[in-house]
């Protein structure tokens, strides 16, 4: 059973900086893609961020040029660093890795920004 635990969520200020990462059980190697959602109180979730297994990179439009994912093969994590952060941010981050054949998710960690 593939187990992705997140952490590092909590409340920030806004303007300022946080990382949130994601653990996986297995090697993230076994992972075509993997990302960052978020779903905010009253809306859907949405892709923050994703990282495919040869690096490529895409953002939404909103964290662009603000937010950073990366991974760290040698501790199967995935992490996303989040700066100049608004309170729009504010939500509960899903973290998810995904073969061809099955998805994976995270039980997710919020993030607070106030005013």
């Known amino acids: 059973q593939v187990q992705l635990v997140e952490s590092g969520g909590g409340l920030v200020q806004a303007g300022r900086s946080l990382r949130v990462s994601c653990a996986a059980s297995?090697?993230?190697?076994?992972?075509?893609?993997m990302g960052w959602y978020r779903q905010a109180p009253g809306k859907q979730r949405e892709l923050v961020a994703q990282?495919?297994?040869?690096?490529?990179?895409n953002y939404a439009d909103s964290v662009k040029g603000r937010f950073a994912i990366s991974r760290d093969n040698a501790k199967n994590t995935v992490n996303l660093q989040m700066n100049t952060l608004k309170p729009e941010d504010t939500a509960v981050y899903y973290c998810?890795?995904?073969?061809?054949?099955?998805?994976?998710w995270g039980k997710g960690t919020l993030v607070t920004v106030s005013s």
């Open positions: 998810n890795m995904g073969t061809y054949a099955m998805d994976y």
């Open positions: 297995i090697s993230i190697f076994s992972f075509n893609a």
């Open positions: 990282i495919t297994s040869v690096g490529i990179t």
